[in-house]
């Protein structure tokens, strides 16, 4: 195993002699990896929640600023792509500036720019606060993972991660029910407000107990054009999967947007060869298990992401639920994942990640057949059942893959690491549903007209038909006002059973991921460098 020493440069450490091991001992409060687990688990919640929780809030922003369809969809699209844009770079600065410094600043941009959002009186700010909460979460993240990096020692860091990711996932499904319940017992404003003194908390918690550990060999320069190539391609694709339902995935636009992320990617590899202290050493990528692990995140994020965002529909669309009920009904994939991260996690330390993580997607992959069976009138306790079997299998996914992905590079940029890992979730999500959403699509308009005249439904001319699509593709039926009972309930019953067929084809297609997924998880293995800078204090 290679090793590489840290240098402790916050508080009194600073004048401590390096440890023979490449880790100083925690002091108190200072540097304690569980009180430091705690501290990065407060600022990650704020930005994972913020991944879901907003979309239970957008209709009541849309019709308070009176903001049209396409405008509330960049509230969403605004954060993700200033997510995926931003990770890598944000976990390089990490690793040059420190990752204390850098988790503080971003705690700190992504407070502000919350409460600042809850001030906004215009659908504009909204979204240009929506970007900024966004490039302070990429700063966050990264962050995060690089601290508990450098403050566990190998046989505690799984569990470690294990925990970091119980966080991520039961904040990114307790979105929705907690979003439900401030939109309608306080205001649209409050699911942003809640962010402040949350923030604060973790502000005070990070100066008091978080300490800098940094890699005597970390970079001392930027990669500025390696910086802009990245971003650049990273924003073309991410705009493009975002568009694309939009646009249409045969337009020019789509591929036009798509070759120049292809050409951006090349360009950046190219330059990473020539650069002297580059922004993503290739070399990484050598590592087969390091590769493994960020291809195995992208699939894994277009199973889970993807095939949940048509979940919320169907219960709320198709079974009516409110927003509050709908996420209850997913409180056995929260419940799982809280309660399966921890255990995954001590599993991958006793027995190496391919088991866990072939077993988790294959988990996965079953419970999106399962999903895949759900019919208009399927009981909560089948749901369940599914519901609960993803998030079993989810937990080691983002604990393993983590670990696989974090441990595998070297400590020096355990930061950039950090930021591969999120992005490939990133990308994954916006791959999923925009891959997800073109099989829909695609599904409902070969059955839609079909279905209507087999119904013995009043024809629809091109137009009308293309608007009853787009709403049959979130389980909405449409039904003209003044529409007779029997004629709504047929069309109703049309759009259901259509979105049923294209939700079950998006959810198979989503299992075949899982599926390959698999076989990817046994490319895996414990990272050579997992041990390197831990610290072994009051554990």
């Known amino acids: 195993m290679t090793s590489q020493t840290t240098v402790d440069t916050t508080g009194p450490a600073d004048k401590a002699p390096a440890d023979p091991s490449g880790s100083t001992p925690a002091k108190g409060l200072r540097g304690h990896p569980w009180f430091t687990l705690f501290t990065v688990a407060v600022g990650v919640m704020m930005v994972a929640l913020d991944g879901t929780i907003v979309a239970i809030a957008n209709p009541a922003i849309q019709r308070d600023l009176k903001a049209s369809f396409a405008d509330v969809q ?8 200033a997510l995926a844009v931003a990770l890598i770079t944000a976990g390089k600065l990490g690793d040059r500036f420190g990752h204390r410094q850098t988790f503080l600043i971003g705690v700190v941009g992504f407070a502000a720019a919350s409460g600042a959002i809850g001030l906004s009186d215009s659908i504009a700010f909204v979204v240009v606060f929506r970007v900024l909460q966004g490039l302070f979460g990429a700063l966050l993240m990264p962050a995060a993972l690089g601290l508990l990096r450098a403050t566990f020692p190998a046989e505690k860091l799984n569990m470690a991660i294990g925990i970091w990711g119980m966080v991520i996932g039961a904040s990114t499904a307790g979105g929705p029910i907690l979003g439900g319940v401030l939109v309608e017992h306080v205001s649209w404003q409050s699911v942003f407000f809640i962010n402040v003194p949350v923030g604060i908390l973790a502000v005070v918690l990070g100066v008091v107990i978080l300490t800098d550990h940094r890699a005597e060999n970390a970079p001392r320069s930027f990669d500025i054009l390696g910086i802009g190539l990245l971003s650049g391609a990273m924003f073309c694709l991410v705009w493009a999967l975002i568009k694309a339902p939009t646009w249409g995935w045969g337009d020019g636009l789509t591929w036009g947007f798509l070759g120049i992320a292809v050409l951006g990617f090349g360009l950046f590899a190219f330059w990473e060869t020539r650069v002297r202290e580059p922004l993503i050493p290739l070399g990484l990528f050598r590592s087969v298990p390091l590769s493994a692990g960020v291809v195995l995140m992208v699939l894994m994020a277009i199973a889970f992401m993807g095939g949940l965002f048509f979940v919320t529909f169907y219960l709320q669309n198709v079974h009516g639920m409110s927003p509050i009920d709908a996420g209850l009904h997913l409180l056995p994939l929260t419940g799982m994942m809280i309660v399966g991260s921890p ?23 079953i419970a999106m057949y399962g999903v895949s069976t759900l019919e208009t009138d399927t009981g909560s306790g089948v749901m369940s059942i599914w519901f609960a079997l993803l998030g079993l299998g989810l937990a080691p996914v983002m604990v393993g893959a983590t670990e696989v992905i974090v441990g595998n590079a070297p400590m020096e940029l355990s930061g950039v690491a950090g930021g591969l890992q999120q992005a490939a979730m990133q990308i994954g999500g916006s791959l999923g549903t925009a891959v997800l959403g073109a099989v829909m699509a695609s599904k409902v308009d070969s059955d839609l007209a079909g279905n209507w005249a087999d119904a013995q439904l009043p024809p629809l001319d091109p137009a009308q038909l293309d608007q009853a699509a787009e709403a049959v593709q979130v ?18 019953n049309v759009a259901h059973d259509t979105f049923i067929s294209g939700m079950s084809m998006a959810s198979l297609v989503a299992a075949g991921v899982g599926v390959v997924a698999v076989f990817v998880a046994f490319l895996t293995k414990r990272g050579d460098n997992a041990d390197a800078g831990a610290g072994v204090g009051h554990i």
């Not at 995954?344 to 988990?363: E, V």
């Open 343 to 365: 255990l995954a996690g001590a599993m991958i330390t006793k027995t190496g990640p391919r088991i866990p993580l072939a077993g988790g997607m294959a988990c996965t992959a």
């Open 475 to 492: 389980g909405a039926a449409p039904v003209a006002p003044g529409t007779p009972p029997e004629i709504a309930e047929k069309i109703t």
């Open 74 to 81: 960049w509230i969403t699209n605004g954060y993700f792509l």
